[in-house]
């Protein structure tokens, strides 16, 4: 995201465009981050694209499943019409480390991406082992850290739409997929800066994976004592009623980054709809496909794992895995019976100017 863009006549468009709570997180710091990490990432799908022979004529056998996944990464390899060649991954990691070291965790999980790809595309691996291998196991916290300011992003952000977006009275959360909670701090951070957090009855911190589940109670239980958080083990690709959750009984439930990988969308979505009671909102902090098709780096990642790379599609509401664009949400949402709620930022406005802007929290009210 260059600060000046073909689409912003010469100027810095952000205070125009960008909400005032918003404008620190987008200072000139994190704004260079991106532009590396992108020339980064599209580096290591090069590096990619060239070991697995996805490029020519001697393109190796792909597992069953993966021409999708190959198609992506020559995608992320290719970059924007007329963008110049990245340098050397090294060289970019260097002046990133120069530039702005809390944002190495991002390259160390890239770069654990780009080793796994070449096996996972033959079959021999899967993405979900190779990413979550031992090996990987400790740069996953630091990667999902508010201390990592290209991950914190999407926290701070889907944190502040939530807060927009809060009915009023007495607060009962529903966090799913909440990780190893760095997105439940930040919106923690964002009630207490609302006034709100003395509305919060329960917080319901719910996260797929027991080992994150664990580390999140004892982050959330250190950083904030004394609040009523309770943690279950929750699938959203399961009936929610049937993991304790009684329907209507939330008046927020919010997620970063998570509903994206829901199998079914429709179905994860009437679920959460039933689990809000008449007024009760969700809230999404997701990162955004600015247009279809278009690639975001963050995918280099997670295209890696089954959920991501291959839910249920529908040509109408859920036309490509991964990503979805804020069109599809807010169709999606309708479909599923929600009043659809202004996407927070503008991000439709902002794209036309600055095309790689790819964060946003979607809201969407229960009837
Ligand atoms: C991108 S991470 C979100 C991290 C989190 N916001 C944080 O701050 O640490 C997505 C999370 O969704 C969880 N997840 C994946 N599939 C899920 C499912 N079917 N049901 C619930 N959570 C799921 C993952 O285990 C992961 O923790």
């Known amino acids: 995201m260059p600060i000046v863009t073909p689409g912003s006549e010469g100027r810095d468009m952000r205070a125009e465009l960008l909400p005032p709570e918003l404008l620190p997180l987008f200072d000139d710091r994190f704004v260079r981050s991106c532009d590396l990490v992108e020339e980064y990432v599209r580096a290591l799908a090069m590096a990619v694209v060239r070991e697995a022979g996805l490029d020519g004529a001697t393109r190796g056998p792909l597992a069953a499943g993966m021409d999708g996944a190959a198609e992506r990464l020559v995608c992320a390899a290719r970059g924007e019409a007329g963008a110049p060649a990245p340098r050397e991954p090294e060289a970019i990691a260097a002046e990133q480390q120069a530039h702005d070291p809390a944002a190495l965790p991002t390259y160390r999980i890239a770069e654990a991406a780009a080793a796994a790809w070449p096996a996972v595309l033959r079959g021999e691996v899967r993405g979900e082992e190779a990413l979550f291998s031992p090996a990987n196991a400790a740069l996953w ?18 944190a502040q739409g939530a807060a927009h977006a809060l009915p009023a009275g007495p607060l009962r959360v529903l966090e799913l997929g909440g990780g190893l909670g760095s997105a439940s701090l930040a919106l923690l951070d964002a009630l207490e800066a609302a006034g709100r957090l003395g509305d919060l009855v329960e917080y319901r911190f719910t996260e797929l994976a027991p080992p994150f589940l664990r580390r999140a109670q004892r982050t959330l239980g250190a ?38 990988v829901a199998r079914d969308l429709g179905a994860t979505l009437a679920e959460l709809r039933a689990a809000l009671r008449p007024g009760g909102v969700l809230v999404l902090g997701e990162c ?15 295209h890696l794992l089954e959920p991501f790379r291959a839910p249920r599609l529908d040509a109408a509401l859920r036309p490509e895995p991964g990503f979805l664009t804020p069109e599809a949400w807010q169709a999606s949402f ?18 036309a100017v600055y ?11 229960r009837p």
């Open 223 to 260: 950083r904030r004592p004394g609040l009523p958080i309770a943690y279950a083990r929750t699938d959203i690709d399961q009936p929610l009623a049937g993991q304790g959750i009684a329907p209507g009984s939330v008046d927020l439930a919010w997620a970063v980054n998570t509903v994206h």
């Open 141 to 158: 916290p630091d990667y999902f850290s508010n201390d990592n300011p290209l991950y914190a992003i999407n926290n701070r952000v889907g």
């Open 334 to 351: 309708l479909a599923a019976g929600f009043e659809p709620l202004p996407i927070y930022p503008d991000v439709v406005r902002i794209r």
């Open 288 to 302: 955004l496909r600015p247009y279809p098709g278009a690639p975001v780096y963050p995918e280099f990642v997670f």
């Open 355 to 365: 095309p790689a802007f790819f964060v946003g929290a979607l809201g969407a009210r």
